[in-house]
């Protein structure tokens, strides 16, 4: 038989754990619906010329152009410092692939150099077709691959 006390000590534990639940869902949702300030609007790019393209170096901000799928082929998201990728509202590049996370990735400037980092996504990011296991870093032109779309640093 199981004493009195038991069954109340393990009461209480359970009352703990489902309170720590729903405090942790709770948080998870607050996290996902807190806007984290304006998104950059995907901007199709047309051809340029190429003198045109040495001037767009000289005073170039990196970009992610989107190569697949090939209705979103040619939408550019600018970078700043640090843009986080998903499915979310909240990212700075929203992607409308049911194989991103919620938040999926993010590229960050440091020491001078581009980096991804994937963060916990269920499919895996790749860059380059390789998966990213760790911040690696990314140059102009790598291919960077998140579900179904893929896109190419400039």
């Given at each position: ?91 700075q590049i929203t992607l409308d692939d049911t194989y991103s996370s919620q938040i999926h990735a993010r590229v960050f400037a440091r020491d001078g150099a581009w ?40």
């Open positions: 038989m199981v004493s009195d006390q038991l069954l109340f000590v393990l009461k209480i534990a359970l009352l703990i754990l489902l309170y720590l639940f729903f405090f942790r869902v709770v948080r998870a949702v607050w996290a996902e619906l807190r806007p984290t300030g304006p998104r950059p609007q995907p901007v199709p790019t047309a051809p340029a010329h190429s003198a045109s393209r040495r001037s767009r170096r000289e005073n170039h901000r990196p970009q992610f152009v989107v190569l697949e799928p090939a209705e979103l082929f040619g939408t550019v998201f600018p970078l700043d410092s640090e843009a986080s990728i998903g499915r979310a509202a909240g990212c980096q991804v980092e994937d963060l916990g996504s269920t499919n895996g990011t790749w860059l380059n077709r390789q998966k990213v296991a760790g911040p690696m870093i990314i140059k102009p032109g790598d291919h960077l691959q998140i579900g179904n779309t893929v896109m190419e640093l400039q």
